[in-house]
């Protein structure tokens, strides 16, 4: 079975930085494309970025709202995945929700994690 | 980056009826669509992906059409469990990989 669990949410002031993890297990983690994907209260679901597995050559790739500041790396040898947002601005605040397709190469999520809350505020 | 635009908004509905939302893209995308649903406080869960292929697991219910820049989704026969958010994802991240506005279908 497939999960993913995150960590490292909580509260944080404007400007500053903040380190997600997501804990992955269930499947080959090496060769995965893991996401994340985030929604503000009340609204809709943002894509936030990814980085592609090993065979794929780690690629990474970022909304526009975020690139620049977020940077998505991943720890085979944990089969972990991090999500490091730094200048962090009210408008990052959401629930942030690690993804990934598992098997499938593609960006679109088959599997997803609880999410972990972000509140942005000074 | 490319523009995904559901409709409508929201959606009223009683069990059994046949209901349709529909996705346009700012531009076309191929059949690089999936559709999400979400319940309130939960995760979303994959319902089709590639415009048309139904994720393991989803009720027959639930057809995805389309090619180019508008995809329907089509719910038959509403049940229950149905009533909850959709989202339209465009995944070509050459082209920006994005996410609908979200149509909420709710009980008449």
């Known amino acids: 079975e497939v999960q993913l669990v995150e960590s490292g949410g909580g509260l944080i002031k404007p400007g500053g930085s903040l380190r997600l993890s997501c804990a992955a297990s269930?499947?080959?983690?090496?060769?995965?494309?893991m996401s994340w994907v985030r929604q503000a209260p009340g609204k809709g679901l943002e894509w936030v970025g990814r980085?592609?597995?090993?065979?794929?050559?780690?690629?990474?790739d970022y909304a526009a709202p975020v690139k620049g500041r977020f940077t998505i790396s991943r720890d085979d040898s944990k089969n972990t995945v991090y999500l490091q947002m730094n200048t962090l601005e009210t408008d990052d605040a959401a629930v942030y929700y690690c993804t990934t397709g598992s098997t499938v190469r593609e960006d679109y999520s088959v599997h997803w994690g609880q999410g972990l809350l972000v509140t942005v505020s000074s | 980056d490319i523009q995904m635009t559901q409709s409508p908004s929201t959606l009223s509905a009683s069990v059994g009826d046949t209901v349709t939302i529909t996705c346009r893209a700012s531009q076309e995308i191929g059949t690089w669509l999936a559709w999400y649903q979400q319940k309130p406080g939960k995760a979303p869960k994959l319902l089709i992906y590639?415009?048309?292929r139904l994720q393991s697991g989803v009720p027959s219910r639930f057809s995805g059409s389309g090619s180019g820049a508008e995809f329907p989704l089509t719910i038959s026969s509403l049940q229950p469990d149905d009533f909850a958010t959709y989202y339209c994802?465009?995944?070509?991240?050459?082209?920006?990989?994005?996410f609908g506005q979200g149509t909420r279908v709710e009980i008449k």
């Open positions: 994802q465009q995944y070509n991240s050459d082209l920006g990989v994005g």
């Open positions: 590639a415009a048309s």
């Open positions: 269930g499947f080959t983690f090496a060769n995965a494309w």
């Open positions: 980085i592609k597995g090993k065979i794929d050559g780690g690629k990474t």
